[in-house]
């Protein structure tokens, strides 16, 4: 792989974990100690632990759901198993919280590694690289934290003694030790990964960014100007200096997501993810099921197409699709493996303003003859990959004729964004042989699916977890959270700017002449009068759509109950304001036993 943070992560990830979660647990790691960290190894092998840490939850099933679900672009998926935080009710601190433990435990490997790492015998600037990477590293963790719970503990300490005491210190103190942290690691951070930090390791934009999102989040709890108008200077500088970071979009923004340009100009910092046996998490054939630190991602939400595909479908007296006749598909690594845990939310609302209206096609991908973003995003048509031999008399044909598909040519779903006469088994008067599934007909069991992170490399052994990066951060956010802060600094002139730069080149296709895509542009171009908190919203779900944002940008912009409510029907019965925090663990409750208890959210 290209980073050494990977190389270096297994044979040390078992023995860096000394951090709040096992202090609790009285399980103080013997191998840390200050030592450890005065050398360049050690100090090396904390930051690689820290990394290895956020693969453990960015592209696993638990940390995705709560990322994602009880959204407005989000809802269950036949297979979800249910869950709180789907709907809210019943959500609590036993059934949330899969990083808790997993970001203190780094926070105090990376104590350790700046308490002790600034005397290491290594030349100043590598020294400065190092320690650098874990204030970014620390700030990573604790903006994750705050925006999640809130008041969180904090410690800027190595601990190394076990203590079954702890307390929560103010959000606002979090906050300006995020800055502090991410002010710094900018600071001595390189412009471009360097040595040892490879691949989409942090570096100075990558701080910058999050420290962007950092003012831009605590402006929004605190209405304070000055925090929107220093995020959005931010934003403005990493983009005037794209070419210095080596960054820029694609022309396409289907090219953001295709393999080859997994560590491209436009991906900014990435979780790693690879199928060498050493790194102990993957099994050539031995098809993952989760609860490692894999990259599941393609799957969660893939419909089951090999079992709900049958040729004779057909709609019942209630207006439902049901399945029957041959299947037209199996299993393959183009079109992944049917996890069937979470799907757009193309429910529509039964009352209200939005009545008979979904946010997935009404709202959010409206303008989908002209934004590329849609078809770039989502699968909807399914070319056979197995015959099928379907005769004219077989039960629920009601095409009256009999056909066998052929592979690679015939379409054996078709899931268009309009509704069509006939369906599923004609197109208006003429036969379809595979079945043709509308809005009307999408349900919890077939919909379209998500494709950004789908690894056609699996090949024979399409059951694997996939080998791609999670890319965390993409240039295209730089421009949607700078036109944010500028909104909210006063300037939608220059918010309106920074969000046609994005719409633009979602006007763009490779399909279109000059002539097109230049029409295309203009429809695509907003005024600043268009500019509002919802209109971003929406644009944040048109080009970040399952890239593990969606819960906090609803969060920060104080609009998760407004937008559950008016959006998502399965959520909006249960969903209330102490929602805007997440439970507190139980387990990290029932370990504080010395001093104060620790305290529960509101609300749980």
């Not at 840490?53 to 809802?75: K, L």
Request: glycine share 8%; net charge neutral.
């Amino acid at each position: 792989m290209k980073t050494i943070k990977v190389w270096l992560t297994i044979s040390l990830a078992a023995f860096l974990g000394s951090g709040c979660e096992n202090i609790l647990e009285e399980k103080p790691q013997s191998q840390i100690v200050p030592s450890y960290f005065n050398s360049p190894a050690g100090v090396l092998g904390g930051i690689a632990g820290v990394y290895n840490d956020i693969r453990s939850q960015w592209g696993t099933e638990g940390f995705t759901v709560e990322m994602q679900a009880g959204t407005d672009d989000f809802v269950q998926g036949a297979s979800s198993g249910g869950g709180p935080a789907y709907t809210y009710n019943g959500l609590n601190g036993s059934n949330f919280g899969s990083a808790w433990g997993t970001a203190f435990q780094d926070i105090n490997t990376l104590n350790g590694v700046l308490q002790y790492g600034a005397t290491i015998d290594l030349p100043e600037a590598t020294r400065k690289q190092y320690l650098a990477q874990a204030k970014f590293l620390r700030g990573f963790w604790y903006f994750y934290l705050v925006q999640t719970w809130g008041d969180v503990p904090l410690s800027t300490s190595f601990i190394t003694v076990p203590s079954q005491a702890a307390s929560r210190q103010p959000a606002a103190d979090v906050y300006a030790q995020v800055i502090k942290d991410l002010t710094e690691a900018a600071a001595d951070l390189p412009n471009t990964p360097t040595a040892p930090f490879l691949g989409k390791a942090a570096t100075k934009p990558v701080a910058q960014l999050l420290l962007a999102k950092a003012y831009l989040t605590r402006g929004w709890l605190n209405n304070t100007a000055a925090d929107f108008t220093q995020a959005a200077a931010i934003c403005a500088d990493i983009i005037a200096n794209k070419g210095t970071y080596g960054l820029d979009l694609w022309a396409d923004y289907g090219d953001a997501f295709l393999p080859a340009n997994d560590y491209g100009k436009e991906t900014m910092f990435v979780s790693d993810h690879v199928n060498d046996p050493k790194f102990g998490y993957y099994t050539v054939g031995g098809g993952a099921s989760g609860g490692a630190a894999q990259n599941l991602t393609p799957w969660f939400t893939t419909w089951n197409y090999p079992n709900n595909s049958g040729v004779n479908s057909f709609v019942n007296a209630s207006g439902t699709l049901v399945n029957s006749g041959t299947s037209g598909m199996i299993r393959d690594s183009q079109y992944g493996r049917p996890y069937v845990r979470m799907r757009p939310n193309s429910d529509k609302q039964k009352t209200g303003p939005n009545a008979g209206k979904s946010y997935f096609l009404d709202q959010a991908f409206t303008n989908r003859n002209v934004d590329s973003r849609y078809a770039n995003s989502f699968t909807t048509v399914y070319i056979a990959n197995t015959s099928v031999t379907n005769t004219a008399t077989a039960a629920n044909n009601k095409r009256g004729i009999g056909y066998t598909t052929v592979v690679g040519a015939d379409t054996a779903v078709w899931l268009p964004d309009f509704e069509v006469a006939g369906a599923p088994q004609f197109v208006g008067t003429r036969p379809f042989k595979g079945i043709v599934v509308p809005p009307s007909l999408w349900n919890n069991g077939i919909f379209p699916s998500l494709k950004k992170f789908m690894d056609p490399s699996r090949g024979a052994n399409f059951n694997d977890p996939s080998t791609r990066p999670v890319v965390l951060y993409r240039f295209a956010d730089v421009y949607l959270t700078g036109a944010e802060a500028y909104l909210k600094a006063g300037d939608p002139t220059r918010a309106a700017a920074l969000l046609n730069v994005i719409r633009q080149r979602a006007a763009f296709k490779k399909t279109n002449t000059a002539a097109q895509n230049a029409a295309a542009v203009t429809a695509m171009t907003i005024t600043p009068a268009d500019v509002t908190v919802d209109f971003i919203l929406d644009e944040r779900s048109r080009e970040l759509f399952g890239e593990w944002q969606r819960w906090h940008d609803l969060v920060r912009t104080r609009s998760l109950v407004r937008r559950v409510q008016a959006w998502n029907p399965e959520a909006a019965p249960y969903v209330k304001d102490y929602h805007m925090l997440r439970p507190i663990p139980q387990t990290q409750i029932d370990r504080v036993v010395d001093g104060p208890k620790f305290p529960q959210n509101p609300g749980y």
